[in-house]
């Protein structure tokens, strides 16, 4: 199964990588954001399914100290890095859509290269913070982690100190962290269909929603699968629930991105 997850989630990220490599029609700000977009979810299946599959065929269940930190630090980069450059999405969508003759002056090669690494600085950042405060508590629990791979909550379930102010603190800055970013995502959509009702013809309109809504229902599906496997309460033993809530928000979104 994960091996067929993998190789469609490869397959269709690849695609688009190579599509718009190879089509001059397509170097344009939205498609040079969907490339990053699909790099971002190459790595992310890539940091899971791999070991995951690695260890059932050598059957074994076994993750190296600096394995577990080094998977939890990257799968950390990838949405966060993700849900960034979809709110920088929402910024190029509402700039072509509001400010159309400007577009090409102020989506520049440039600025967009400027949005894109700075999407990538801000998760990085963002997954050392987490990983670095993960990983300095002491762990004198059983090492058996009850999921397929290296989480956060999962980890905080063995150490011996109260992780209770450290599982605060995370929350506390990813919320406020992606609230920011929410609520960007939102105005950029208010403006972008105030602009939209003004269109006067049906095509113009269908054109417009056209390019927005496959966005929404990417930023939709990311939030919607970390929202509910971070607010769920954590077991310290294995069960199915946890099983499909790690498949659900690790697997899925990289999987539809490209469908979408």
């Known amino acids: 199964m994960f091996l067929v997850i993998y190789l469609v989630g490869l397959m269709g990220n690849f695609l688009i990588i190579t599509a718009v490599a190879l089509n001059p029609h397509l170097q344009t700000p939205m498609y040079f954001f969907l490339v990053n977009l699909s790099i971002l979810d190459f790595g992310s299946i890539s940091v899971t399914i791999p070991k ?14 600096p394995g577990c930190v080094t998977q939890v630090f990257l799968f950390l980069l990838f949405p966060a890095t993700d849900f960034a450059l979809l709110t920088i999405m929402a910024y190029d969508r509402y700039v072509a859509i509001c400010q159309p003759l400007h577009y090409e002056s102020i989506m520049n090669r440039s600025a967009c290269v400027q949005m894109a690494a700075s999407a990538w600085i801000t998760g ?3 997954s050392a913070l987490h990983t670095g405060n993960t990983f300095r508590l002491p762990f004198c629990q059983s090492s058996v982690i009850s999921q397929f791979f290296c989480e956060i909550p999962q980890l905080l379930n063995l150490t011996c100190s109260d992780s209770y102010l450290s599982e605060i603190w995370a929350i506390a800055f990813s919320m406020f962290l992606g609230s ?6 939102i105005v950029s959509y208010v403006h972008i269909f105030k602009a939209v009702l003004r ?3 049906e ?3 269908g054109k417009a929603f056209s390019t ?9 599906l990311l939030l919607c699968t970390g929202f509910f496997e971070y607010m ?3 077991s310290s033993s294995a069960s199915n629930m946890d099983l499909m ?16």
């Open 180 to 185: 920011n970013c929410f609520v960007f995502i």
């Open 203 to 205: 095509q113009g309109r």
């Open 52 to 65: 995951s599959m690695d260890n059932s065929l050598i059957n074994t269940r076994v993750i190296s100290y």
């Open 199 to 201: 269109i006067p013809s």
């Open 124 to 126: 990085i950042v963002y």
């Open 212 to 220: 927005c809504l496959p966005h929404l229902t990417v930023v939709f």
């Open 232 to 234: 769920k309460p954590t």
């Open 245 to 260: 809530m790690g498949v659900l928000y690790s697997l899925v979104p990289p999987i539809m991105n490209p469908i979408i």
